[in-house]
């Protein structure tokens, strides 16, 4: 439990608002920085409601905190497993219900960093990280910018776990060579690299430890696995966008994050709100919303490009500023949706922070 810590005694500031997680800097007893991410499998609630059928279906199949649970307790097995392999992620604590306690990371996500003294070495690492995790047979499927943190010395971390899947999903090749075009995108677009990016093929790679397996039996039942993969699915590669959406509905607002450490002050176009609805146990509404999505897939390049072999040029600088442009219409209109706030929920986490409600078994 995490009272093996100490429990967490304060918490700071917001790090990140991401497509289904609130991560908070937080302080346990003994004085130790870490970070809590606060699963909200939901709260990409407004993201396209357009099937009504789709929505009362999963309504009735799943809670939002009951797959925010399946994903903590994914992630922070994903990050137990990783950590005992010397990959560069956070430290796994603990993990209780629908929240993981890890490692605070120094480092900034590399979305923010402007220059680096050797982007070739920085690039390839992160490469070289995607074809270990292959070797054990994982794919992280969200491989961005967004979630690599980097420090002064230019060491990585990557961290976001949770829709990582085995290289035995169906889409695994599809989703490696995802992470690894948009890692390549990014450093050729921001830094101008090109030739010294060592790019891999998926069918180079020898799976020799086989992680997924031990981390599938020691997580949940097929059951459980079929429908987290249903609602996660639609996350996978999405960060980048929904950053985007938080980049501009929260812009001007980091400054006022930094000096306060109350919960409640912040975070406005935080929808994570309608989730703790319903005595926080059946935000349906949440859950269901994430499905259906019919405009929003086709303008998500990465669902849509062909993927044959990572080894190509890249397709042309015109297709993707067109694609962005339509994605950040569309982050305009959610975050705009977002901005619903609903101050009783947020009271509600509030005063279950205060009351240490998420914290220890009791
Ligand atoms: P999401 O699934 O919501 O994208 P992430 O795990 O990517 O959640 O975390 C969101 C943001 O929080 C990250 O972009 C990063 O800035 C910050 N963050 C997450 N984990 C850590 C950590 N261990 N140390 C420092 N910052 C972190
Ligand atoms: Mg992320």
Redesign the pocket.
């Known amino acids: 439990a995490l009272s093996k810590r100490d429990s967490i005694t304060r918490i700071g500031n917001r790090?990140?608002?991401?497509?289904?997680?609130?991560?908070y800097?937080a302080e346990t007893g003994e004085g130790e920085h870490v970070?809590i991410?606060i699963h909200r499998l939901g709260r990409t609630s407004f993201r396209a409601v357009k099937d009504k059928r789709d929505y009362h279906k999963h309504r009735q199949s799943a809670s939002w905190l009951y797959l925010s649970r399946l994903a903590a307790t994914r992630e922070h097995a994903f990050l137990k497993a990783l950590h005992e392999h010397n990959f560069p992620i956070?430290v796994p604590i603990d993990c209780n219900r629908h929240i993981v306690v890890?490692?605070?990371?120094d480092?900034?996500?590399l979305t923010q960093i402007r220059e680096l003294g050797d982007p070739a070495k920085v690039c390839n690492t992160l490469l070289s990280v995607a074809v270990r995790l292959a070797e054990h047979g994982l794919v992280h499927c969200?491989l961005n910018e967004?979630?690599i943190?980097i420090n002064d010395d230019e060491e990585v971390?990557v961290?976001?776990?949770?829709q990582m899947v085995s290289t035995s999903h169906q889409d695994a090749q599809e989703y490696f060579q995802r992470d690894v075009e948009s890692l390549y995108k990014f450093f050729r677009h921001k830094f101008g690299l090109d030739e010294e990016i060592q790019l891999v093929e998926y069918s180079e790679v020898k799976r020799t430890e086989p992680l997924d397996v031990v981390v599938e039996a020691s997580g949940f039942g097929e059951k459980e696995l079929g429908e987290f993969e249903s609602v996660i699915q639609t996350?996978r590669g999405v960060?980048q966008e929904?950053?985007d959406v938080d980049a501009e509905s929260d812009s001007g607002e980091d400054g006022e994050a930094e000096a306060g450490s109350d919960l409640s002050t912040r975070g406005s176009g935080n929808d994570a709100e309608e989730c703790i609805d319903n005595e926080g146990f059946q935000a349906t509404l949440a859950v269901t919303e994430i499905n259906g999505q019919p405009e929003e897939q086709t303008a998500q390049p990465p669902t849509n490009e062909p993927i044959a072999g990572v080894q190509r040029k890249m397709t042309s600088l015109e297709i993707s500023q067109k694609v962005r442009k339509q994605r950040q219409k569309q982050a305009k209109k959610q975050a705009s949706r977002r901005n619903v706030v609903k101050s009783e929920a947020k009271k509600k986490v509030k005063s279950e922070l205060a009351e240490g409600a998420f914290w220890g078994y009791d």
């Open positions: 790090l990140g608002v991401g497509k289904e997680a609130d991560v800097h970070v991410k956070p890890m490692s605070l990371v480092g900034y996500p969200d967004f979630n943190l971390t961290i976001d776990f949770p996350h960060d929904q950053e």
